[in-house]
């Protein structure tokens, strides 16, 4: 069955760095778009970056452009978030998320908190 399992987030001051893992299984991760979904507390969940497949577009949402690369290994069926000049705002568990054959799959999520 598919499967979804983040890691990689943790306590960090503003300004530092993070990189989450999505480690993918269960169906092939090469033909499918990744995506990262983000959800703070008391807000509701909201996309953060999409890859497509390899050559694909990349997306970003407005508030990490800049900030945040996504990127993936299909060696490794593994996506990546690296996240630099983290802020507060930034907050929240981060989730893995994939639309593979009309369904959509979650990860349990990684909490990631940006605080001094």
């Known amino acids: 069955q598919v499967q979804l399992v983040e890691s990689g987030g943790g306590l960090v001051q503003p300004g530092g760095s993070l990189r989450l893992s999505c480690a993918a299984s269960?169906?092939?991760?090469?033909?499918?778009?990744m995506n990262w979904y983000r959800q703070a507390p008391g807000k509701e969940r909201e996309p953060v970056a999409t890859?497509?497949?390899?050559?694909?577009?990349?997306w970003y949402a407005d508030s990490v452009k800049g900030r945040f690369t996504i990127s993936r290994d299909d060696t490794e069926n593994t996506v990546y978030l690296q996240m630099n000049t983290l802020k507060p705002e930034d907050t929240g568990v981060y989730y893995c998320?994939?639309?593979?054959?009309?369904?959509?799959?979650w990860g349990q999520g990684t909490q990631v908190t940006v605080s001094s």
């Open positions: 998320n994939a639309y593979i054959r009309g369904s959509v799959y």
């Open positions: 269960g169906f092939t991760f090469s033909n499918y778009a």
């Open positions: 890859i497509a497949i390899v050559g694909g577009n990349l």
